[in-house]
């Protein structure tokens, strides 16, 4: 289905349901996100590439607490919210509900067997020559390009960078902008508030934003939030003031995920 259906869908259930019902949806990963109006939120350009799925986790289950909502949870786990719907039979508005038990892998989540099994090759019935071992070529390594959101980037906080983004490390999806207490945090894009809570360890008071349906962005250890969930934003608007819930320091932790993964938000923001 095309964004526009999909968010004017969303936006309809916002004004029209409860904030409970958005509220049990499942709690991160985002950061991993969420429909926002057609009017608010901008279209991808025909060269953003196609959505890749979420890497599974098998055997692997979280149990849904009260105040979790579908994207949260996702975001936790570095998952695309549709895959974690998808994966659990869970249509939208993907409501939830505590005790509730949600796979992290699709299906049975066990690599399939045949039941068959491969003939050995006959012996050889002569001495074999050797052979010998092929030579060693040395490739440059292949650099990816980022995928391109089809939007520009704002930066949500003025401050020192003290933290940067590290691939692979659970502790780095990210980069911490140094400021003060009750400074402004600002969306870095249109969108719509996803989530606005602190439900998330390690994340403080958190405020997670949807910007299409493969782009998110998360504005993590703020002192107070200033919007609520189903909000929409725009790029620029004050969203929160920046504290230090959740972390040793006054600081912004800023998140971009695509399709529920991190990615360097310094490959994103304009440079300074």
């Not at 994966?87 to 039941?115: C, E, H, V």
């Not at 099994?117 to 012996?123: D, F, H, N, Y």
């Not at 490739?139 to 980037?153: C, L």
């Not at 189903?230 to 995920?257: P, T, W």
């Amino acid at each position: 289905m095309d964004l526009e259906n999909t968010t004017t869908r969303l936006a309809t259930t916002l004004r029209s349901g409860t904030k409970t019902s958005f509220r049990v949806l499942v709690i991160a990963t985002i950061w991993l996100a969420l429909a926002a109006c057609s009017s608010t939120v901008v279209r991808e350009t025909s060269s953003t590439p196609s959505r890749t799925a979420s890497q599974p986790k098998p055997g692997q289950t979280v149990r849904v607490q009260r105040g979790d909502t579908l994207y949260g949870i996702a975001f936790r786990n570095g998952i695309d919210q549709r895959d974690l719907a998808s994966w659990n039979g869970i249509a939208a508005p993907y409501t939830i509900y505590p005790g509730q038990i949600l796979k992290l892998y699709p299906g049975s989540g066990r690599a399939s067997t045949s039941g068959t099994t491969t003939p050995r090759p006959p012996a050889a019935t002569t001495t074999p020559r050797p052979v010998p071992p092929p030579a060693t070529v040395t490739r440059p390594p292949v650099i990816q390009n980022p995928a391109s959101s089809g939007f520009a980037w704002r930066w949500p906080a003025e401050g020192h960078i003290i933290g940067r983004f590290t691939a692979g490390d659970a502790t780095k999806q990210g980069i911490d902008i140094a400021g003060s207490s009750g400074q402004a945090v600002r969306a870095a894009a249109d969108g719509v508030v996803v989530y606005s809570g602190a439900g998330l360890v390690g994340y403080g008071e958190l405020v997670i934003i949807k910007h299409s349906e493969a782009w998110l962005s998360a504005y993590g250890h703020n002192r107070k939030r200033l919007v609520n969930e189903g909000q929409n934003v725009k790029a620029g608007q004050q969203i929160a003031e920046m504290g230090s819930s959740g972390a040793a320091r006054e600081m912004l932790h800023f998140e971009i995920r695509y399709n529920g993964k991190p990615v360097d938000p310094m490959l994103y923001l304009p440079k300074r």
